[in-house]
T-cell receptor, first 113, second 116 residues
Framework: AQSVTQPDIHITVSEGASLELRCNYS??????LFWYVQSPGQGLQLLLK??????LVQGIKGFEAEFKRSQSSFNLRKPSVHWSDAAEYFC???????????FGAGTQVVVTP | GAVVSQHPSWVICKSGTSVKIECRSL??????MFWYRQFPKQSLMLMAT?????????EQGVEKDKFLINHASLTLSTLTVTSAHPEDSSFYIC????????????FGNGTRLTVT
């Protein structure tokens, strides 16, 4: 069965500092991987996705993620965070681009001045 | 880009009543939609897969008679919480598939249900 682990429940980062959110997955075949962001009381916005090809993917809002098959990881990074990046971030895995997704528990990001 | 609209965005109802939540794909047709539930400070849990013109497929542990799903058209799926109880209070989110190759799911903004 597929599963997703986000080891960090909560991360506090200073504005302008770099951010890295960890995501590890367990999946038998080549996974479809996603990062979503959720603001309070809102739905999910897709930041980026990995289906195949280049293992470093660029997303919206200056985010990028790297797929590392050997480590079963898909960590999300941003070189310099903005106060507006404060939100909940979810990593998800699926067996196709549009199918059912298994979500991680989420990481709450707090940005301090 | 593809837009998914949910209505209402929040609803308060009394225990024992039923509540209907709509999920619409505004600029694309969606043969498949998904319904998720999210408890406070927790992740999203898939409740069911909604297929246009056929019965929904429910995940293990989800009561199909409690959470009625209807996908009567290619742009609309509804989730009805029947005989709601306070423990049904949650954030419900739908997602829809635009249908083009390698296109990911698009999510609605969610519905906050509070049962008093």
């Amino acid at each position: 069965a597929q599963s997703v682990t986000q080891p960090d429940i909560h991360i506090t980062v200073s504005e302008g500092a770099s951010l890295e959110l960890r995501c590890n997955y367990s999946y038998g075949a080549t996974p479809y991987l996603f990062w979503y962001v959720q603001s309070p009381g809102q739905g999910l916005q897709l930041l980026l996705k990995y289906f195949s090809g280049d293992t470093l993917v660029q997303g919206i809002k200056g985010f990028e993620a790297e797929f590392k098959r050997s480590q079963s990881s898909f960590n999300l990074r941003k070189p310099s965070v903005h106060w507006s990046d404060a939100a909940e971030y979810f990593c998800a895995v699926g067996d196709q681009s549009w199918g059912k997704l298994q979500f991680g528990a989420g990481t709450q990001v707090v940005v301090t001045p | 880009g593809a837009v998914v609209s949910q209505h209402p965005s929040w609803v308060i109802c009394k225990s024992g009543t039923s509540v209907k939540i709509e999920c619409r794909s505004l600029d694309f047709q969606a043969t498949t939609m998904f319904w998720y539930r999210q408890f406070p400070k927790q992740s999203l849990m898939l409740m069911a897969t909604s297929n246009e013109g056929s019965k929904a497929t429910y995940e293990q542990g989800v009561e199909k008679d409690k959470f009625l799903i209807n996908h009567a058209s290619l742009t609309l799926s509804t989730l009805t919480v029947t005989s709601a109880h306070p423990e049904d209070s949650s954030f419900y989110i739908c997602s829809a598939y635009p249908g083009s190759a390698n296109s990911p799911l698009h999510f609605g903004n969610g519905t906050r249900l509070t049962v008093t």
